[in-house]
């Protein structure tokens, strides 16, 4: 009898919290006619996808582009109402320059969305083939690069009270590969975490993404490979001699069945997080984007670490084989 009164409120409560959530998300906000939304990293990916995407809703978007044919090939594929720039996110000095020109596209208005979507990925590998200038080159674009424009960028946010959208991952909850990717995404998770509290004063929401594995150029298993066979090359024989000859194959095809596997090609789930961070009425905090990160990685997160030391212990190859005689 009382088992039965205790299941029957916890389902109840259960349905209360999900119907919430789902009138919650439902809300959305108007007059994106009026809004700009500046997105970095627009050359591929998500940040290319994104950009057309709101183009077409009819947000006045502004999308900084790495090289001039990501602008151009961007620009052609989008309304004339879509402005394209240039801007590398580690020189301070380009940012101050797309602050300027966002700044006299916006006016009073103030600037309604921030996307912070530029990323790099490489080099990925065993950590003993790093040097300290392969994590400082990921760290520069994902964590200090993110910062700078979050730093130049936010007086046109407080201006309009807008929507600061900090992309991270999955891997920002779980350290899977050695590399500086990894840290940076702990690093914007943090970064965000911190902002999300000193903002909520100035009426401005920070939502975080937290992609899964996407087919985008950060999970092309031949790039990483085509690197980590630069990082192999330069290693000292030291540390060769401690590595099978044939463990970068391994590695490979252990990551050529798990991209395979796990990356999905629908890059607009993404996008779609992205979206109702930028025009919902109640963003949510984080956004776990594909079957993957909220199937496998974010409740593996919530683990004990030995645990994920275990799963990873098994997809991961040996470095030699071991031979007991
Ligand atoms: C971006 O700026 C850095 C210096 O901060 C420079 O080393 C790098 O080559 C630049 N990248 C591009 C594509 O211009
Ligand atoms: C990878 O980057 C190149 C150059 O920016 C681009 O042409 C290509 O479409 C990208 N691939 C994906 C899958 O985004």
């Known amino acids: 009898m009382l088992s ?10 259960v ?19 009026q809004k700009h939304v500046f997105i970095t990293g627009c050359d591929s990916g998500f940040g290319n996808l994104l950009a057309r995407q709101l183009d077409r809703k009819g947000f006045k978007v502004i999308a900084a582009c790495l090289t001039e044919k990501g602008a151009a090939d961007l620009g052609a594929a989008a309304s004339p109402r879509l402005k394209t720039l240039l801007m590398n996110v580690t020189d301070s000095a380009s940012i101050r320059r797309a602050v300027e020109f966002v700044s006299r596209e916006v006016g009073e208005r103030g600037l309604w969305g921030l996307v912070n979507n530029a990323g790099r990925a490489m080099p990925i590998g065993p950590t003993d083939w790093m040097q300290l ?6 760290l520069d674009v994902n964590l200090l690069g993110l910062i700078d424009v979050t730093l130049q960028f936010l007086p046109l946010l407080k201006k309009a009270r807008g929507r600061l959208v900090n992309v991270a991952s999955v891997l920002g909850r779980l350290s899977l590969t050695g590399g500086g990717y990894c840290l940076s995404k ?13 903002l909520h004063k100035f009426g401005i929401k920070v939502s975080i993404i937290e992609p899964g594995f996407f087919k985008t150029n950060i999970t092309n298993s031949d790039l990483i490979s085509a690197d980590l066979k630069k990082l192999w090359a330069r290693l000292p024989q030291e540390t060769k001699s401690s590595y099978d000859a044939t463990y970068i194959e391994k590695y490979k095809h252990m990551q050529d069945f798990y991209l395979g596997f796990l990356c999905n090609s629908d890059i607009s789930k993404v996008t779609r997080c992205m979206e109702h961070a930028l025009t919902a009425r109640y963003p949510r905090t984080r956004y776990g984007a594909g079957w993957d990160a909220k199937l496998i990685w974010i409740p593996l997160s919530y683990c004990p670490s030995f645990v994920v030391d275990f799963i990873m212990s ?11 005689n």
Do not use: M, N, Q, W
């Open 15 to 33: 349905t209360f919290f999900v119907a919430r959530r789902f009138v919650r998300d439902s809300h959305k906000l108007d007059g994106f006619t």
């Open 4 to 13: 039965h009164l205790a299941l029957t409120c916890v389902l109840l409560l």
């Open 314 to 324: 098994v997809l991961l190859p040996l470095p030699k084989t071991v031979r007991i």
């Open 186 to 198: 702990y690093g914007v998770e943090a970064f965000s975490d911190s902002t999300r509290r000193d």
């Open 133 to 138: 200038e392969d994590f400082t080159k990921v």
